[in-house]
């Protein structure tokens, strides 16, 4: 299949073996994606039937009052972004003027690389400036670049960001469960009632921005749980709408999301997108599972199926630009950097974490694992040492606090007691580094050590092969990394909750021999050159392309309403021939006395 692989199975069989009619034939004809086009093939080998096939210039004549196929090219159209946060930086000069700094994350490089689409990006800019000049002044600048910024106040931001999205979703799809104390009080309950008001509140500002510049042709792919209403909302509007949703986090086993109190809601409102995407095939499952379970709906080797309409689901992983980094490896500011590191750690292995301080990331643990290597392989102490990097996050929340103070207290305990005057085991920094400063830390690492204990994907898993070209470091690797998927043939997968197992990998890495290193780290870079991010967002968008001219041609094999008043000014004879002519138009007329009397039954 040439897009993302759905989690069912195949997106359908092959061309059918059975001769072409002229209306097969002309149907093949019209479909541009070979996808597409097999799909064609078997509704129309499936919508045979002994009477069709007898008559097929009566199946002819019926084809005539099929919904026609509008066909779309891609070409020249407008794809419109919705995420939760413009990818800009917006502030003030000291002259008062607004000035804009573009960032240049893996979702920006992404889209990017997609051709025959103009993009165009909506979401909330980062702050909140009062109606008037000044606000007029900044959304006309955004405009200039693309951006049509969604204004939030700052009490809805609130509730709706660090409320809804972080405090319940986030957790959630990270196997966190809610808290139990809390739901001891009445309190907590309304205040997430509140939550999910605003929730809906900002999903609905969301939508009147996008609807405002909609225009007939545009692609809309909206990103992440925090706007997992908006497709509902778009369809409601604009039912004929291309819409599609990608989840950049995990998406929990249908035993975990079936906890959350909104649960039904959610899920139709994120059905209605004709393409719903997700990093990993267990992800997707998941959902799938979660949409049969949860709403009684049917699974399909495309995805899920809803009263005749069917939402697709796939996995789509996403990737990198290793271009840039090869091209930052080459630049006089990293070659420095690299030059100044290899002299400070000269005759040490290195080996690297890179994680936000965040629960979910394993920081504890992999501090853990360090020691009792340590403690274990007494050779190994003043030979080895561990930059840890971990960005802050969320610095007002008391559990990252928490957090903070527990991994300041693992570290202090490490260095003093496997430190020397001469050596520091762990290299403990609570900031952010610039992309030459990371490229550069990079390349001289050895082993590169990712202990998540839940990750949508971890793209630092793909950062650091990128920059390994030279090196050949090895990547110890979480198993529930959604990274694990892609890289985990070249990797050494761990179970971080098992200490004693992340400390085996660590020596295994450590002493590994060159050849196997070099293997390992060409068929981990293959992955990663050739699944960039510019390939992930072409494919999806591809996809919902394609996706959506399967939604025409299943709405062109839909039989028109029957006229009853004309049915019954028919004689029994001429309904005798059209009860033949209905099977093959998958109507199915139990009794004559029924189309004869539609006030027994409302429906055929």
């Not at 025959?116 to 200039?144: C, E, F, H």
């Not at 309304?190 to 609905?204: E, H, I, K, S, V």
């Not at 099977?583 to 004559?592: A, D």
Request: charge should be negative.
């Amino acid at each position: 299949m040439r897009g993302g692989t759905s989690p069912g199975g195949e997106a359908g069989p092959g061309a059918s073996s059975t001769p072409q009619t002229p209306s097969t034939a002309r149907a093949a004809a019209t479909v541009p994606a070979s996808r597409v086009d097999r799909l064609l093939r078997e509704r129309i080998r499936k919508s045979r039937s002994a009477q069709a096939l007898d008559h097929l210039d009566e199946w002819d004549r019926w084809e005539q009052d099929f919904v026609p196929l509008e066909r779309v090219e891609p070409a020249g159209g407008r794809l419109i972004v919705v995420a939760n946060r413009l990818p800009v930086t917006c502030s003030k000069d000291s002259s008062g003027r607004w000035k804009l700094q573009i960032s240049a994350g893996g979702l920006v490089s992404a889209l990017m690389g997609v051709n025959n689409y103009s993009t165009l990006w909506i979401g909330w800019p980062g702050i909140y400036v009062k109606p008037g000049r000044d606000r007029d002044a900044l959304a006309a600048m955004l405009q200039r670049e693309g951006y049509i910024p969604v204004w939030l106040e700052s009490g809805l931001l609130d509730l709706y960001y660090n409320g809804f999205c972080n405090s319940v979703l986030w957790q959630l799809f990270h196997y966190v469960p809610l808290q139990l104390d809390g739901w001891q009080r009445v309190q907590e309950h309304q205040t997430l009632q509140m939550q999910w008001g605003a929730y809906q509140q900002a999903n609905d500002r969301f939508g009147e921005v996008v609807l405002a510049v909609y225009q007939p042709g545009d692609m809309v792919w909206v990103q992440d749980y925090h706007l997992m209403l908006l497709p509902s909302i778009l369809k409601n509007a604009v039912p004929r709408a291309k819409v599609g949703w990608f989840l950049h986090t995990p998406f929990p086993s249908s035993e975990i999301y079936r906890t959350l109190p909104v649960r039904e809601d959610v899920l139709r409102a994120t059905l209605r997108a004709d393409l719903i995407g997700f990093h990993t095939y267990d992800y997707a499952r998941h959902f799938i599972s979660s949409c049969t379970r949860i709403l009684g709906l049917e699974g399909t080797p495309e995805g899920v199926e809803d009263n005749g309409s069917v939402a697709r689901v796939a996995a789509f992983p996403i990737g990198i630009d290793p271009e840039r980094f090869a091209q930052a490896l080459e630049t006089e500011e990293v070659q420095m950097n690299i030059a100044k590191l290899l002299n400070r750690y000269a005759g040490r292995k290195v080996m690297l974490g890179v994680d936000r301080l965040d629960m979910i990331k394993g920081i504890p643990q992999k501090l853990l694992a360090f020691e009792k290597f340590l403690h274990e392989h007494p050779e190994w102490r003043d030979k080895v040492l561990l930059v840890q990097i971990a960005v802050p996050s969320r610095t007002d929340v008391p559990e990252y606090q928490k957090l903070r103070s527990m991994v300041h207290e693992i570290v202090g305990r490490i260095n003093g007691a496997f430190g020397t005057l001469t050596y520091v085991p762990i290299h403990h920094l609570d900031r952010q580094l610039s992309f030459h400063e990371l490229c550069a830390l990079y390349a001289v690492t050895d082993v590169a050590l990712i202990t998540s204990l839940r990750d949508g994907m971890n793209l630092v898993s793909y950062e650091y092969v990128a920059c390994q070209a030279d090196n050949a470091g090895v990547l110890v690797l979480s198993e529930f990394a959604g990274a694990a998927q892609s890289l985990g043939a070249g990797s050494i997968l761990v179970n971080p909750w098992n200490i004693n197992d992340v400390a085996a990998a660590i020596e295994d890495a450590l002493t590994m021999s060159e050849e196997e290193r070099r293997e390992r780290h060409r068929q981990n870079y293959m992955h990663v050159a050739t699944h960039t991010a510019q390939t992930w967002a072409d494919t999806f968008i591809s996809e919902l392309n394609d996706t959506h001219i399967e939604a025409d041609l299943r709405l062109r094999h839909t039989p028109p309403e029957l006229d009853f008043a004309e049915v019954r000014s028919l004689g029994a004879g001429v309904l005798g021939i059209c009860l033949l002519a209905c099977c093959s138009r998958y109507v199915w007329l139990r009794c004559l006395s029924t189309c004869m009397d539609p006030g027994r039954h409302k429906h055929c």
